[in-house]
């Protein structure tokens, strides 16, 4: 019979789990050379670099939030690992969302960079929610994480509101009835569901037997 | 020989005087890029010199430099485009549209016409020669491009199928075909796609029929076989892969302003000075180009068409 050690059957998954977690936060910048080498980004390849970034932003955003009810559904407690990766890798392609715009799409015409911001609600909405990520990934840091103690907790349930403020930037952005933002909708409103304390809990119950 | 003015004639369909005593710097400069010869000799009138003048009007170009601008390459005129049916995304008409089969169509016209009928395409076309016309073509989405179309005036369609004093708008409408426009089967938009012109716009010499572009048939992601170009306009008007027109005395039922009335308006004359509230139309970009430019009243043909709306408020009716 073969012993198996817990400790390092531990080690082994967590070392997995941010593993993938870097594979899956690599992966759109590797989608984005792959087709540049082949294809090419097409006729408008700034507008092509908007829309890479800011679909994987919120793939990983969506990726991030169910860590937490996965790991309660299947007691796979090592997940968690992964959050602050995924979570900084998500704030990556935000900010490669964001920077695209400002630079290659506008080129710094702050003049009408500004009209967008405070004329177009997709864009107020889609600004805010990149703000708001900025104090998360700041505080991202272990000093960080011990300085603020249980507040660091509370800072970082900003992240639902960034969630919300995510799809809402699609969803006006898409012209007519498609379905890709809808979904991304359902998904933030489920995901945000299983946080209300008595589904946690059932979903904890579903995960130990 | 007594040539007589028709009654008919609207003041936009009159060539400016300034273009037509600059005709002959318009004729060599034609000549001198290779358009001329493309030009049925009736039609280097008023809208082929509106069309020089609508370049020139833009007053980037010294009166006697070359007008044409750049042309959008090939490439990305065929596999950047809007064309719902065939998928959301601007890649998705170039790949999605291989099944579709443009050939055998059938055109019916039909509404407040003396002579309304169902025309084999083939028929629909006979009777009108073919001319190269490059236009810009502006996106409500802020982008635009320089294509060379290959068609005849709408002008000509309506002629022959005497409207009646109650036709006031045009409206046109594209096929639907599941089958072979994938994008069709979903509830995207309201199928089939309707879009529509008020009559003397429909009229105005530079309103086209096309059939091709870059001197080659329209291919499917385009619109084949047969759709709009009215170049004042953002794109979204030139309805694509049309089957029906019809003569109408009251504006016409559009697709997207039927979905979103606060975003687009039936006109949609480009206009840098009245927003989409999600895309400032103040600039542009020309696909193939880094830095934007400003957008043009009437993407520039203003001389041309502005007389149209005279009157109109242009806020009120985007």
């Not at chain 2, 370049?55 to 044409?68: D, E, L, M, N």
């Not at chain 2, 559009?254 to 206009?271: C, D, I, L, Q, R």
């Not at chain 2, 430019?293 to 520039?300: A, I």
């Given at each position: 019979m073969v012993l198996t050690d817990p400790a390092r059957s531990a080690r082994r998954a967590a070392l997995a789990v941010r593993v993938a977690a870097w594979v899956l936060g690599l992966l759109p910048l590797a989608l984005l050379g792959y087709r540049w080498l082949g294809t090419g980004l097409g006729a408008n390849p700034i507008e092509a670099l908007i829309l890479h970034f800011g679909r994987w932003a919120i793939v990983l955003i969506l990726v991030t939030l169910a860590l937490t009810p996965t790991r309660r559904l299947t007691g796979f407690n090592q997940l968690i690992r992964a959050r602050r990766s995924l979570g900084l890798f998500a704030f990556l392609y935000v900010s490669l969302h964001f920077l695209t715009y400002l630079v290659l799409d506008q080129f710094f015409a702050w003049d009408y960079i500004w009209e967008d911001i405070a004329e177009r609600p997709f864009i107020t909405v889609g600004f805010l929610a990149f703000l708001l990520l900025v104090p998360l990934a700041v505080t991202s840091t272990k000093g960080w994480i011990r300085r603020l103690g249980r507040n660091w907790v509370r800072l970082h349930r900003l992240v639902y509101v960034v969630a919300v403020l995510a799809v809402v930037h699609y969803y006006w952005n898409v012209r007519a009835d498609e379905p890709t933002p809808i979904l991304a909708i359902a998904a933030v409103a489920l995901l945000l569901l299983a946080r209300v304390p008595r589904v946690a809990s059932r979903l904890s119950r579903l995960g130990r037997q | 020989?007594?040539?007589?003015?028709?009654?008919?004639?609207?003041?936009?369909?009159?060539?400016?005087?300034?273009?037509?005593?600059?005709?002959?710097?318009?004729?060599?400069?034609?000549?001198?890029?290779?358009?001329?010869?493309?030009?049925?000799?009736?039609?280097?009138?008023?809208?082929?010199?509106?069309?020089?003048?609508?370049?020139?009007?833009?007053?980037?170009?010294?009166?006697?430099?070359?007008?044409?601008?750049?042309?959008?390459?090939?490439?990305?005129?065929?596999?950047?485009?809007?064309?719902?049916?065939?998928?959301?995304?601007?890649?998705?008409?170039?790949?999605?549209?291989?099944?579709?089969?443009p050939r055998p169509w059938t055109i019916e016209v039909a509404g407040h016409c003396a002579k309304p009928g169902a025309y084999d395409l083939e028929d629909f076309l006979r009777p009108h020669e073919l001319e190269d016309r490059v236009y810009r073509l502006r996106c409500v989405e802020a982008w635009s491009m320089v294509i060379p179309w290959r068609g005849f005036p709408v002008s000509r369609v309506i002629d022959r199928a005497e409207p009646t004093s109650a036709a006031k708008y045009v409206a046109f409408t594209t096929v639907v075909r599941p089958t072979e426009m994938p994008g069709q089967r979903g509830r995207i938009l309201d199928w089939p796609y309707r879009e529509g012109l008020r009559l003397d716009e429909a009229r105005h010499p530079l309103t086209i029929f096309a059939t091709g572009l870059y001197g080659r048939d329209l291919p499917n992601q385009s619109g084949a076989p047969l759709r709009l170009v009215v170049p004042w306009k953002y794109g979204f008007k030139s309805i694509k892969s049309i089957v029906r027109m019809e003569f109408v005395e009251d504006m016409p039922y559009?697709?997207?302003?039927?979905?979103?009335?606060?975003?687009?308006?039936?006109?949609?004359?480009?206009?840098?000075?009245?927003?989409?509230?999600?895309?400032?139309?103040?600039?542009?970009?020309?696909?193939?180009?880094?830095?934007?430019?400003?957008?043009?009243?009437?993407?520039?043909?203003?001389?041309?068409?502005?007389?149209?709306?005279?009157?109109?408020?242009?806020?009120?009716?985007?």
């Open positions: - | 020989m007594l040539i007589r003015k028709p009654d008919d004639i609207t003041s936009s369909e009159i060539t400016p005087e300034d273009v037509y005593l600059n005709r002959r710097s318009f004729m060599a400069d034609a000549a001198r890029l290779g358009i001329a010869g493309a030009l049925a000799p009736a039609l280097v009138g008023a809208a082929a010199e509106a069309e020089a003048e609508a370049a020139s009007a833009q007053g980037r170009f010294p009166a006697r430099a070359p007008r044409q601008e750049e042309l959008t390459p090939f490439e990305d005129v065929t596999q950047y485009n809007n064309f719902y049916e065939f998928g959301t995304g601007k890649g998705d008409p170039y790949r999605n549209s291989g099944d579709f089969k559009t697709t997207w302003s039927a979905m979103a009335a606060n975003e687009y308006g039936f006109y949609a004359n480009v206009n840098p000075e009245v927003d989409h509230p999600r895309w400032s139309q103040a600039r542009e970009r020309r696909i193939g180009e880094f830095r934007k430019r400003p957008t043009l009243p009437f993407n520039g043909y203003a001389s041309q068409v502005a007389p149209m709306y005279r009157g109109l408020d242009l806020r009120r009716w985007y």
